[in-house]
C-alpha cells in the first residue's frame, strides 16, 4: 500500500480582511505519495507558495488539516510544530538562504546544530557528496556559484533525513543548465533513496521531472497531470486548462 507522506484536507487560506481580504486557498485536498515527486504550478496569485507553506507548517490555514508523516500539524503546540518542521521537513527556497559566513559544511550541519545535536563529520560529508560537492566543503555561499549554493541549500534539507522535501521555485534564480542539474539531483533522491519531494514551478520543463504535477487556479486544485510529461506536454496542458472558463 502506498503511503501518504503529506495529506492535506479542506484547506482554507486566507491574507488580511475586510475589502483586503484574500482567499488563497479555497478548500484544497490532496495529498502526496512516499517516494514520489510533485510539483505544483498555476498562474500567479493561484495560491502555489501559501499550499507549500500551509503544507510544510510555516503559515496555518483558517479550516482544513495537514497530516506529514502521519502527525496532524493542527494539533501541535508551536513547540512541537518547530520541532517537527526541523526534523521531519526540509525546505529549499528559491534564494538558496544560506548563511554567507559559515562554509558549505557549517550550512549543511546547522539545522541539527539549532537542534542541539553535533553531526558526525561523516554524516556532514556525505551529504555534500550526495549533492556532488564533497570537494566544496570549506567555500563560503560567495565562493559558489548559483547551482553549487543551491546543491547546499539541498544538503541542508537532507541533513535531518525528512520525511519530505518542499522546494519553492528552486531553480527561480538559475540559468537552464544549472537548473537541470538541481531538478536531476532532486530527481535522484527520488528515484534511488525514496525521497518525497514536492516542488513549486512556473517552468514545464522544470515540471516535467515530476511524477505528478498539481495544477492549482484561484486558490483550488484545476487539475492533475501524470505520465509521461513533458516541457511542450506540460505547456500545452497548462495553457488548455487555464482558457477554461472558472465556474
Ligand atoms: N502575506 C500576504 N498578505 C496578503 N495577501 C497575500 C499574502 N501572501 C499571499 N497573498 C495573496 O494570496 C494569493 C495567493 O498567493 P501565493 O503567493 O500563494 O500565490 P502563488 O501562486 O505562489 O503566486 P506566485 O506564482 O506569483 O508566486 C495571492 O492573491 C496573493 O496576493
Redesign the pocket.
Known amino acids: 500500500m502506498t503511503t501518504q507522506t503529506v495529506m492535506l484536507t479542506g484547506l482554507r487560506a486566507v491574507?488580511?480582511s475586510g475589502d483586503r481580504r484574500?482567499t488563497?486557498l479555497d478548500g484544497v485536498t490532496t495529498s502526496f505519495a512516499g517516494g514520489t515527486f510533485t510539483a505544483v504550478m498555476?498562474p500567479?496569485?493561484?495560491?502555489?507558495?501559501?499550499?507549500l507553506h500551509c503544507a510544510a507548517g510555516l503559515d496555518r490555514p483558517v479550516e482544513g488539516t495537514v497530516t506529514v508523516d502521519g502527525i496532524q500539524l493542527d494539533r501541535l503546540s508551536e513547540d512541537d510544530l518547530t520541532r517537527l518542521r526541523r526534523d521531519r521537513i526540509g525546505f529549499v527556497f528559491q534564494s538558496f538562504n544560506l548563511i554567507s559566513s559559515l562554509t558549505a559544511a557549517q550550512n549543511v550541519e546547522l539545522p541539527l546544530r539549532l537542534a542541539g545535536r553535533r553531526p558526525p563529520a561523516r554524516d556532514v560529508a556525505a551529504a555534500l557528496a550526495a549533492v556532488g560537492l564533497a570537494d566544496r566543503a570549506g567555500h563560503r555561499p560567495a565562493e559558489l556559484s548559483g547551482g553549487e549554493q543551491q546543491r547546499v541549500a539541498v544538503a541542508r534539507a537532507l541533513i535531518t533525513r525528512p520525511a519530505v522535501v518542499f522546494a519553492d521555485e528552486p531553480t527561480g534564480a538559475l540559468d537552464s543548465s544549472t537548473s537541470h542539474q538541481v531538478l536531476r539531483l532532486l530527481r535522484e533522491l527520488v528515484d534511488e533513496h525514496g525521497q518525497t519531494v514536492v516542488m513549486?514551478t512556473?517552468d514545464p520543463a522544470a515540471a516535467a521531472y515530476a511524477d505528478r504535477i498539481l495544477l492549482?487556479a484561484d486558490?483550488r486544485v484545476a487539475d492533475e497531470l501524470t505520465g509521461s510529461l513533458t516541457a511542450s506536454s506540460v505547456a500545452a496542458r497548462i495553457a488548455a486548462t487555464t482558457a477554461q472558463p472558472s465556474c
Open positions: 491574507y488580511g484574500v488563497a498555476g500567479s496569485g493561484s495560491g502555489k507558495s501559501t499550499l513549486v512556473h492549482l486558490g
